[in-house]
Structure formats: structure tokens, C-alpha cells
């Protein structure tokens, strides 16, 4: 523990003072998705995303993970890969494709900037396809 947070006793750790209750949170989530290092050579994140409007013209400036800002900076400079998972009608995309106000892209060169679709309902046999082999190569 350090001085700032010593004698802290509240119930969240992010109102402790200078920012030292994010450094805690994000020790948690590295301690908690170091778990998975080796395990896998693919390690996929899911995890919601918010987006930053502009109060004066209600336009969307950027769209991110929804995690607390220096957390979502080191998830975003450590990980290899991020991807926008949506729906467009029946299908499934998830897109590297970088810019367009999306925090996304990869390090990957069979992924980057590229959109898929990994999934599409079949209505003919009431089924859903998948198309993952795109992405794990």
C-alpha cells in the first residue's frame, strides 16, 4: 500500500486521492488476464465499449473500451489486437479496421484493417455459422 491509500476506508477504490485507486484497479485486471499468458496462442477480450459525445453537437468524437482511462490505456498498448464486434442484419462482423473514431486495430497482418464475418444466421436449417477460421489462421 502506499501513503495515498494507508489509511483510505471507503468501499471504492477509484475515490481514493491521486489517481491511486486506478493504479489498484488496474493491478487487478493485469493480475486477473496475466492468469490466461500461455495458455492459448489467441486470447480474446470481450468487454463493452462507451463513446465520448460532443455536448455541443451531440456527435460521437470516439468510441472506446468501457474501462476507467489508464486502465483502458494499458489494455489497449498491451494487447496485440482490437476488434469491433456488430450486427448487420443477420450477420456478425467483427472489424480492424482502424480509425472512424473506434479505438481499434491490430498488430496482425492477416486481420488488420479488415472487417469479417464471423457469423450469419441460417434460417433454411435454423443454425448459426460461424466463420472464426478467418480470424485464427
Not at 7 to 18: E, S
Not at 40 to 60: N, Q
Not at 119 to 130: I, P
Amino acid at each position: 500500500r502506499s501513503t495515498v491509500d494507508a489509511k483510505w476506508t471507503g468501499t471504492d477504490v477509484r475515490d481514493i486521492g491521486f489517481g491511486a485507486g486506478y493504479r489498484i484497479l488496474y493491478s487487478c485486471i493485469d493480475r486477473i488476464l496475466s492468469m490466461f499468458e500461455g495458455l492459448c496462442d489467441t486470447f480474446i477480450i470481450t468487454c463493452h465499449t462507451y463513446e465520448d459525445v460532443d455536448g455541443k453537437s451531440d456527435a460521437i468524437q470516439r468510441t472506446s473500451l468501457s474501462l476507467p482511462k489508464q486502465t483502458r490505456k494499458e489494455v489497449e498498448r498491451f494487447y496485440d489486437c482490437i476488434g469491433y464486434c456488430y450486427r448487420k442484419g443477420k450477420e456478425t462482423h467483427l472489424s480492424f479496421v482502424g480509425g472512424d473514431n473506434y479505438m481499434k486495430g491490430t498488430r496482425i497482418e492477416h486481420l488488420r484493417d479488415k472487417d469479417f464475418v464471423i457469423g450469419e444466421w441460417d434460417e433454411d436449417n435454423n443454425v448459426l455459422v460461424t466463420h472464426w477460421d478467418q480470424i485464427f489462421k
